[in-house]
């Protein structure tokens, strides 16, 4: 599978049988996304395919986590009890390197600030059999396409742009800690079928144009008139067929693809879909274009997207050391292309010989511009034309391809003795990239241009960076060839306006210093007072003598492994092992006390906050005191504002929720629509069920936040009848009813006792199945596992 795994085959031929398994129960053509999905099935003949019902279990080949995800996730897994991870697994530090001064002192500084998580993955990692790298060796995306990544391959990622390994053919899917860990655990993985599969091809539409006619058509689909055409049709994620023609050529690249499909799609568009590639303009796109354009896919809300295998990926495999893998590819290429008259949900066609370089932004990603026109734009938003800083790099463009485009660039303004206007960063993708482009000068033309070469990481693109050029709030432009460009994002200042672009167009508006420059069309002017066009960049798609490895960064976890201590200090303030959750007494939850009655929206940011609490990650007790902050109690329409009821006094909810706990009260939340809906934090989950909370009763759930609740052995529980939730009172208490014959399909009750001495009886509904019942009984999920062993 990998050269670092020497034991660990790809098993093309379970996936083939898989397939023709599938094949036969729905004897029509399939696409790429179906044969990936339905290859990795635990049970392909058994599945039940049901749409807009059932879950598949998937048995992905492989788990990688970033460092900011693996703590949690190494943390739960070392309490399953389980001694080795079930699948081959990699743990990648890249996320805690700030950008400050260069690459070598920020590497160094990071590592003296994050010595603690590092030691604590890399001793996990060694325990429990999984590949460790280093701080400094890169970006887990360009790590996992350089060495793990293939055709075929399902991966999942606690990352959201686990997708790039798509342009490798590869269904890869960001997923949460949770999830990670059941796939490690060997546990199959559960990836819902959402949307039923309806025939339309629709040619360069726009989003309006596509929701209409998609809404027409599911219509025409409910009156059966599409039933003749499909007599088996099943569930899957919606699959959204992206069909490429014409050649890719001068300023356009393999950015402006996506560019254009997330302005077409908007950042909604794409939203439990798969977005397949295919068609005759794909060959013209290298492997780690395509990786590109499948890493940005996570900006339309994509679940992942794919491209088809070929002559691309085989030179990129070979290349990275893997031809053996090439040759097992061809040999099951039937299997990594899309059947000849597959279907797709929705077709998009995009003449690559017509597309015209694109800058996204400011503030979302799809907001679309051609580059000609955005300095017009801007100009008549008031967005600041200045650019104070491109940024070049980052997991989506950081390839030896794009470093060497914009390269060719920098080498012309050099040759005319000028240098850049703006400040200018470049982001190795990994090692192997820093250390092949220093050894073939392109980073030696970039630094003399007046680029500052970071550490291989994440840097800016997560908001690490110690920016010092402008104060906060000053208004000001960036352009980055990120795939993110959110609020706030790369420098924590909601006044910044970041564009994204490709690498290309990010050098030439550093070297302009403005957004009202056209490279197609404008001249530069040289010290000398000459006048000059750049010429289209150029680029090798590969190094022609290889690539340098550079510095060893992997560690391998040893053989013998039973003897290493994993590295957790008792008094660290940001590492904490878990202990497990208590197991059902056996009997009903009598009494418990509303910790906070939510009033309208609550996503698991509201449940959870971000920003300063991520340093907390791997530290339970200590995350937890932003549990529910962001929620507003309906009581007295205030955030992080509850009524003690054992004190009568008011307090923030972390506060109420630890006093409760300390007195020996259980107590429950209640909530309104799609509570939890958001990321799929496990952190949302794991919180409330520390804090002594023990079931959540809302209007209804977002699914994943249901399920992880279930995982830590609480109970999400939904009103019957939605307006019960007006019953309930700030000082009311509680019991759920029913929990000896707790059984699938049938509701348990709600007794809830007024402070006024009255008391009412509400139905609440549930979604647990045998599995998930032993789960809350035994005390999660975790718990479940061990009792299994
Ligand atoms: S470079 Fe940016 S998008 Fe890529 S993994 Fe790091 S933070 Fe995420």
């Not at 794409?270 to 013209?284: C, F, K, L, M, Q």
């Not at 097992?328 to 899309?338: G, I, N, S």
């Not at 009202?516 to 002017?525: A, G, H, K, M």
Request: charged fraction near 20%; glycine fraction near 10%.
């Amino acid at each position: 599978m990998s050269r670092f795994e020497p034991g660990s085959s790809i098993s093309y031929e379970k996936m083939h049988e898989n397939i023709s398994i599938v094949r036969r129960r729905l004897s029509r053509p399939l696409t790429l996304s179906e044969k990936i999905v339905y290859g990795h099935l635990d049970d392909p003949a058994g599945q039940e395919i049901d749409r807009g019902r059932t879950y598949l279990r998937l048995r992905p080949d492989r788990v990688a986590m970033q460092d900011a995800t693996a703590q949690m996730a190494m943390l739960q897994f070392i309490s399953s009890g389980l001694p080795k991870v079930a699948v081959p697994s990699t743990i990648h530090c890249d996320h805690l390197i700030e950008a400050q001064v260069g690459g070598v002192q920020d590497l160094q500084r990071a590592k003296e600030i994050n010595e603690e998580v590092y030691n604590f993955l890399a001793t996990a990692a060694a325990r429990y059999g999984v590949g460790f790298w280093k701080p400094g060796s890169g970006i887990i995306h360009q790590i996992i396409l350089e060495n793990y990544a293939y055709p075929g391959v399902m991966l999942i990622g606690t990352d959201s742009h686990t997708p790039n390994g798509g342009g490798l053919g590869g269904v890869c899917i960001g997923v949460g800690g949770a999830d990670a860990v059941d796939v490690m655990a060997g546990i199959p993985w559960e990836l819902k079928c959402p949307k039923v599969c309806i025939s339309l091809c629709l040619i360069s539409l726009d989003h309006i144009i596509s929701t209409f006619i998609l809404s027409l058509a599911t219509f025409l689909h409910k009156g059966g008139l599409f039933y003749k055409c499909f007599p088996a049709r099943v569930v899957f994620p919606q699959v959204i067929g992206v069909r490429l023609t014409g050649t890719l050529s001068g300023w356009t690249s393999p950015k402006d693809i996506i560019l254009k499909v997330a302005g077409i799609l908007t950042v909604k568009g794409g939203t439990g879909a798969i977005v397949e590639y295919h068609g005759p303009g794909v060959d013209s796109i290298s492997c780690t274009g395509m990786a590109t354009i499948c890493n940005m896919g996570a900006e339309i809300g994509a679940t992942t997207s794919v491209f088809p295998y070929n002559h691309r990926m085989k030179t990129y495999l070979k290349k990275t050391g893997r031809e053996e893998i090439a040759s097992v590819a061809d040999e099951f290429k039937e299997d990594l292309v899309p059947d000849e008259g597959c279907e797709y949900d929705q077709v998009i066609e995009v003449n690559l010989s017509e597309l015209k370089p694109h800058i996204n932004g400011p503030f979302t990603p799809d907001l679309a511009h051609p580059v000609s026109e955005i300095g017009a734009v801007a100009k008549k938003n008031g967005w600041p034309l200045e650019v104070k800083v491109g940024l070049i790099g980052s997991c989506t463009n950081s390839s030896y391809e794009d470093m060497g485009r914009a390269a060719s660039l920098a080498k012309q303004a050099l040759d005319q003795g000028l240098k850049c206007k703006a400040q200018f960063t470049i982001t190795p993708g990994s090692e192997q990239i820093r250390a092949t482009i220093e050894r073939d000068g392109y980073a030696k033309i970039l630094s003399d241009v007046g680029g500052v070469v970071l550490a291989n990481a994440c840097g800016p693109c997560i908001g690490q960076w110690d920016r010092r050029d402008v104060k906060k709030g000053e208004k000001n432009t960036i352009v980055t060839s990120f795939n993110r460009n959110f609020t706030a994002r790369n420098d924590a200042n909601p006044a910044t306006h970041a564009f994204v672009t490709s690498p290309e167009i990010v050098t030439a508006f550093a070297l302009a210093g403005t957004l009202s420059f056209n490279p197609e069309t404008d001249y530069l002017i040289a010290p000398s007072g000459e006048k000059f066009k750049l010429e289209p960049p150029t680029g090798d798609e590969l190094p022609s003598r290889g690539f340098d490895p550079g510095q060893d960064t992997y560690q391998h976890p040893p053989a013998e492994s039973s003897s290493v201590k994993v590295d957790v200090s008792p008094s660290s303030n940001r590492l904490q092992l878990l202990e497990p959750f208590d197991k059902w007494n056996g009997k009903d939850l009598e009494n418990m006390r509303v910790l906070i009655k939510v009033k309208g929206k609550c996503t698991t940011d509201h449940i959870s906050a971000a920003g300063p609490w991520l340093k907390f990650r791997g530290h339970l007790d200590n995350i937890s005191n932003n549990l529910l902050i962001g929620a507003v109690n309906i009581e007295n329409n205030a955030v992080n504002k509850v009524k003690n009821q054992l004190t009568g006094e008011y307090g923030g909810v972390p506060d109420v929720a630890r006093f409760y706990r300390a007195n020996g009260v259980n107590w429950v939340v209640v909530g309104d629509e799609n509570y939890g809906e958001g990321s799929s934090r496990e952190h949302a989950a794991l919180e409330p069920r520390h804090l002594g909370g023990r079931a959540i009763i809302v209007k209804s759930f977002a699914r994943i936040h249901e399920t992880n609740l279930k995982k830590q052995g609480l109970l999400p529980l939904t009103f019957a009848n939605p307006s019960d939730y007006d019953k309930i009172r700030p000082d009311d208490k509680i019991s759920i009813i029913g929990l000896k014959s707790f059984a699938p399909g049938k509701p348990l009750t709600a007794v809830i006792k007024h402070a006024d001495g009255s008391e009412e009886s509400v139905s609440l509904n549930h979604t647990f199945n045998e599995t998930q019942i032993e789960w809350f009984k035994a005390g999660s999920a975790l718990n479940r596992m061990k009792e299994l062993q």
